[in-house]
T-cell receptor
Framework: GAVVSQHPSWVICKSGTSVKIECRSL??????MFWYRQFPKQSLMLMAT?????????EQGVEKDKFLINHASLTLSTLTVTSAHPEDSSFYIC????????????FGPGTRLTVL | AQSVAQPEDQVNVAEGNPLTVKCTYS??????LFWYVQYPNRGLQFLLK??????LVKGSYGFEAEFNKSQTSFHLKKPSALVSDSALYFC????????????FGGGTRVLVKP
């Protein structure tokens, strides 16, 4: 149980285009999901907290208009990187918080974004 | 604000030898501590957690961790390391007061040599 999927697993796009990454909790409902960014050989950096039916809460230094988050249902949150640039290339990981598992976070497999 | 420190960027150990990955933390309230493992180009896999109770926590794949309140440490251990344990390990602390956010340490790369 407690499986989280991400789609796509990897994506290559041209500079200036937008990319959408989906995060799904497959067998549980998640009112809260988290989006992280990880640069090579570095730790995870929390970008934003996504709450179902409300606006996301962004961490300091993360551009809201650049990284659009939509948490439209209890099993799906999306992260859209708008007008992507090479410096946005990174590994993006989501996690979903399970109320039934004492608010433990379950992580997706990650999405590798490469912007050319 | 809470914080997590993993003082070693990399740990090298021979297969069959004991493995220890160090973690210290700083929190204002009760600590909720976690260990995760990450393989290349993969997400995080949960190993174990400490919420309350026994200071020695047993987790997946033969790993265990000891919570030490006086030293504010939560070191990860495995009695006999395997080559397949080579990966990136993260210690994390949950901030209940901040919506259950996880704060991660910098990570420790473990290399187990045959």
């Amino acid at each position: 149980g407690a499986v989280v999927s991400q789609h796509p697993s990897w994506v290559i796009c041209k500079s200036g285009t937008s990319v959408k990454i989906e995060c799904r909790s497959l067998d549980f409902q998640a009112t809260t999901m988290f989006w992280y960014r990880q640069f090579p050989k570095q730790s995870l950096m929390l970008m934003a907290t996504s709450n179902e039916g409300s606006k996301a809460t962004y961490e300091q230094g993360v551009e809201k208009d650049k990284f659009l988050i939509n948490h439209a249902s209890l099993t799906l949150s999306t992260l859209t990187v708008t007008s992507a640039h090479p410096e946005d290339s990174s590994f993006y990981i989501c996690s979903a918080q399970s109320v039934s598992s004492y608010n433990e976070q379950f992580f997706g497999p990650g999405t590798r974004l490469t912007v050319l | 604000a809470q914080s997590v420190a993993q003082p070693e960027d990399q740990v090298n150990v021979a297969e069959g030898n004991p493995l220890t990955v160090k973690c210290t933390y700083s929190v204002s309230g009760n600590p909720y501590l976690f260990w995760y493992v990450q393989y290349p180009n993969r997400g995080l896999q949960f190993l174990l957690k400490y919420i309350t109770g026994d200071n020695l926590v047993k987790g997946s794949y033969g790993f265990e961790a000891e919570f030490n309140k006086s030293q504010t440490s939560f070191h990860l251990k495995k009695p006999s390391a395997l080559v397949s344990d080579s990966a990136l390990y993260f210690c994390a602390v949950r901030d209940i007061a901040a919506g259950n956010k996880l704060t991660f340490g910098g990570g420790t790369r473990v290399l187990v040599k045959p």
